[in-house]
């Protein structure tokens, strides 16, 4: 019998040193849930796929994703592989959180969340 062993996660070539996923969802105005899209979402997230693109940031990934669970944060993102969520509120946020943690490494504290279910 022929037996497939899976690698090791270590051992998977990975496409992005780090991969961003932020929330586009846009609920009517109203909406019990509230969303990233009704608390300004789309224009932090254009403000950060230009300075990705800008800056010739190719090893890390930027995904538009819909919800992501926790609306009344919002807007949301989470970094990968760290798996460190951010509610950036301004396009300076956006900007501190490229340079401090994606080309940086470090945290940017004061505008990381920790969402609860």
């Not at 690698?7 to 929330?23: G, N, T």
């Amino acid at each position: 019998m022929n037996v497939h062993v899976a690698p090791a996660f270590a051992d998977v070539p990975q496409v992005y040193k780090r991969h961003v996923f932020a929330c586009y969802t846009q609920r009517p105005p109203g909406h019990p849930r509230g969303s990233c899209g009704s608390q300004g979402a789309q224009p932090l997230w254009d403000r950060l796929s230009r300075k990705l693109e800008a800056e010739g940031i190719g090893e890390v990934g930027f995904t538009a994703a819909g919800c992501l669970g926790f609306c009344r944060a919002g807007p949301l993102m989470v970094v990968y592989p760290e798996g460190v969520w951010y509610a950036p509120k301004t396009p300076e946020d956006v900007d501190e959180i490229v340079e401090t943690h994606l080309k940086g490494g470090e945290l940017v504290e004061r505008l990381v969340i920790v969402p609860q279910r």
